[in-house]
């Protein structure tokens, strides 16, 4: 039988003795602990090497490697070398290794887990392997070796200010300066080290360095990474709220024992020393013993948080007099200045949504950052302007510790539509154009049944009207031809190549024998007809069609980005009603969001793409440049229902739609109709009287009015569109309900994020 003797330096009121199987041999392990009192340490261990067959030496410093230098721990190396007899270790090597595949299989395991997270290292040179295993998942690293040991104001923050700090050390503070200053201003330290572990996600360190600068005000919800954590340790986790324990240290036996024991049993198997193991035979021995780190829940429940940063920005000088303490009665020249100015500000916070909880069990916290630059400021520069401003948003982000980052309202079709910021940043990037894309579509057929224009064939179930595809070649407009033919009774597919139309409508035939297509490429003569119109363009601010022509009680759904339809066009038909896009209600009661023109709870869509990326855990570049790809609209409303996202409101190009908004295109429509020439264009008319302004500088999106109550749930029969567009799993409902969308009046809106 072999023994193993392990001196700690820890008390020894914990000591035991217990005997095991390990690796084919019977080992007696037996704890003594030296109620860190180096000298009986010192004792202990010359006394009971007689009798052991190697020596381990627990809660004492190693030996540290950090970078090309070594750095020698003077008492560590004393204890050491009492132990002539038999090899003897404090676990160094296979700690460090241990430490490294810890890393690994959490990242892997729990799906990209440490992705730009901010870890302290309360002693980085300690744990200088794991620094750089976790260098390649996050940049955010800390380390709190100059603060402890000197009481240096700052933390270190990369791995090369690490390795110049200790190399430094070693021949600047070694010895009793060393010992002198790491001695003195406890106090100070103590509460710079508590501050740097509340703004981290991921704290390493030993447990008594943990509970020297831990407690419940700065733990709750935090990741510790540590090693033996026995049910006294574990007790302490839990009284502070931490989410998750990774113990390096694996549960191999009864008892809790430290990595220094298992490596001198390790030693005492092979009858080597240290230094004759090299790391791939310890590696060997650790995939034979299958040798993982335990993932512990202090709290009985684990939270996978996942964090986003979106970027929003002021519409007009409007929302800068609101976001800013500016008279109203400040004069135009002066506003233009502070215009002009806003845009060359930093970006800045506006607010921290937090409590975001699908019902998978995945949650999303996050940043809404500002950047001052309103469209017009933007168009007046270069896309180089708008570049940098959004760059900067995106190292905020990233210190901040978001995973994924959005771009909103104007900042995401500007340029190359985010292709660009997509390239130079460090944060994947997504705009938000695909959910914004199937949001159109699915709150079009919601429009389509509370308007109650249009009826379902009793017998086929299709809708008896006429529906356009403009763009249909495209890759949005091809597959929204596709569901139009299937639901209703006629489909125009309308773009500029008649060859490649010709082919899109021999596809769909295909798949729907019975549809009726018609292919166009001079689809104006045929807008007067419609029912329904679908534009999916590049055309990137181009005229696309005379809204003049349309239809009375048309509706236009607008999925390209940039718009087809600006505001103006928009303006001229009152009884036509132009969807750019469906608002989203999030699953759960969000808290700290700011007022950004929307009911409570309720987010744009592209908004919602950036939540739906970081709750599902893909961080990756997903919406960017100005095709947006059908499939990604598809998956992203799949995704979406996975996650418990609704369709909350219908919003057009100054806002929200209400009830009374649609019905009052429907009684303009209706009043149209009774003397439509399909050959007259419409002239531009006047909208109905309304009870409240409806002026560009008061759009429904500044919610600075109340908004009525939205209409109940759509029925199955009314959405074929999104039914078919949706192919969703047979658990996830193919018609999602549209919510009410609640008043949001008295609120002021900093700024937009459309």
């Known amino acids: ?26 080992f007696q392990v037996k704890r003594l602990g030296a109620d860190n009192d180096t000298t009986k340490a010192w004792e202990l261990l010359r006394r009971h090497q007689n009798s052991a067959d190697a020596i381990g030496l627990g809660e004492i410093g190693d030996h540290w490697h950090v970078g090309q230098n070594t750095l020698i721990n003077a008492e560590t190396r004393r204890l050491l070398n009492v132990v002539t007899r038999v090899p003897a270790t404090t676990g160094a090597t296979l700690r460090r290794l241990l430490q490294v595949r810890a890393v690994r299989q959490v990242q892997h395991e ?17 744990n200088y392997d794991m620094a750089v295993a976790l260098s390649d998942y996050t940049p955010n690293l800390q380390f709190a070796d100059a603060l402890a040991q000197t009481g240096a104001p700052k933390l270190l923050t990369s791995l090369t200010q690490l390795e110049l700090y200790a190399k430094g050390r070693d021949l600047v503070l070694s010895g009793k300066p060393g010992e002198l200053l790491e001695s003195m201003l406890t106090a100070f330290k103590n509460n710079r080290l508590a501050a740097a572990v509340q703004k981290s996600h991921v704290i390493v360190g030993t ?37 998750l324990v990774i113990d390096v240290s694996p549960m191999l036996f009864e008892h809790v024992v430290g990595v220094n024991v298992i490596e001198a049993m390790i030693l005492a198997k092979l009858g080597k020393s240290p230094e004759d193991v090299s790391d791939d035979d310890f590696t060997e021995i650790m995939d034979e013993l299958d040798l993982k780190p335990r993932l512990l829940h202090p709290t009985g429940k684990f939270r996978d948080i996942r964090r986003f940063a979106f970027v929003i920005h002021p519409l007009s000088q409007e929302f800068i007099r609101k976001g800013l303490p500016i008279p109203k009665a400040t004069p135009k020249f002066i506003m233009n200045r502070v215009e002009s100015m806003a845009a060359h500000m930093p970006p800045w916070v506006y607010c921290k949504m937090e409590n975001i909880i699908s019902p998978t069990g995945a949650e999303a916290e996050g940043w809404l ?75 079009a057929a919601d429009a389509m049944k509370r308007m109650g224009l249009v009826q379902l064939d009793p017998k086929t179930k299709k809708v008896m009207a006429k529906t356009m595809v403009i763009g249909a070649s495209g890759s949005i407009g091809s597959v929204s031809a596709r569901l139009l033919a299937m639901a209703f009774d006629e489909v125009v597919i309308a773009g500029r190549d008649m060859k490649k139309l010709e082919q899109l409508k021999k596809s769909i035939l295909e798949d729907t024998p019975d549809a009726k297509v018609v292919c166009s490429t001079d689809y104006e003569s045929l807008l007067n007809t419609m029912d329904m119109i679908v534009t999916s363009t590049s055309g990137a601010g181009k005229k696309i069609l005379d809204i003049t022509k349309v239809k009375p009680g048309c509706v236009i759904t607008d999925v390209a980005r940039p718009l087809d339809l600006p505001p103006e066009e928009v303006a001229k038909r009152p009884d036509v009603l132009v969807i750019e896009s469906g608002e989203i209600e999030l699953p759960t009661k969000v808290k700290g969001l700011k007022n950004i023109g929307l009911p409570p709870n309720v ?99 500044v919610a600075s009015t109340p908004a009525k109550k939205t209409a109940a749930p759509a029925k199955k029969a009314a959405a074929p569109v999104q039914k078919a567009a949706a192919k969703a799993p047979a658990k996830a409902p193919a018609t999602p309900p549209a919510r009410k969308a609640r008043p949001a009046a008295g609120r002021k809106t900093a700024a937009a994020a459309a």
């Not at 039988?1 to 019977?26: A, H, N």
């Not at 509970?211 to 574990?234: F, H, M, Q, W, Y």
């Not at 570049?387 to 104007?410: D, N, T």
């Open 110 to 126: 729990l799906k990209d887990y440490f992705n730009n997270n901010i870890v302290l290292f309360l002693s980085g040179m300690r």
């Open 603 to 701: 987010v744009y869509a592209c908004l919602a793409e950036t939540i739906v990326l970081a709750l599902e855990g893909r961080f990756e570049v997903f919406t960017v440049g100005r095709d947006t790809e059908w499939e990604k609209v598809k998956e992203i409303y799949k995704l979406g229902l996975k996650h418990g996202m609704k369709l909350s409101a219908i919003s057009g190009v100054k806002g929200m739609y209400t009830d009374e908004d649609i019905a009052n295109v429907v009684k303009l429509a209706r009043k149209a109709l009774k003397t439509w020439d399909r050959a007259t264009p419409v002239k531009s008319a006047k909208p109905a009287p309304r009870k409240r302004a409806a002026t560009p500088a008061k759009s429904k999106a």
């Open 369 to 443: 950052i500002t950047v001052g630059g309103t469209p017009r400021e933007m168009l007046a520069r270069s896309p180089e302007f708008t570049y940098r401003r959004l760059l900067a948003a995106s190292r905020l982000a990233e210190k901040m510790g978001a995973q994924i980052m959005g771009l909103g309202a104007f900042t995401k079709v500007v340029g190359d539509a985010g292709v660009t910021v997509a390239k130079r940043s460090r944060l994947p990037i997504t705009t938000g154009n695909s959910y914004s894309a199937s949001g159109a579509l699915w709150a």
């Open 207 to 243: 447990f008594h360095e943990i509970k020297a600068a831990g407690s419940p005000a700065n733990l709750e919800g935090k990741t510790v990474i540590t090693s033996a954590v026995d049910d006294d340790r574990l007790a302490f986790f839990k009284h502070c709220k931490v989410n």
């Open 1 to 26: 039988m072999k023994k193993i003797v392990t001196v700690s330096l820890g008390s020894s009121r914990q000591d035991f003795s217990f005997t095991t199987d390990f690796l084919g041999e019977s």
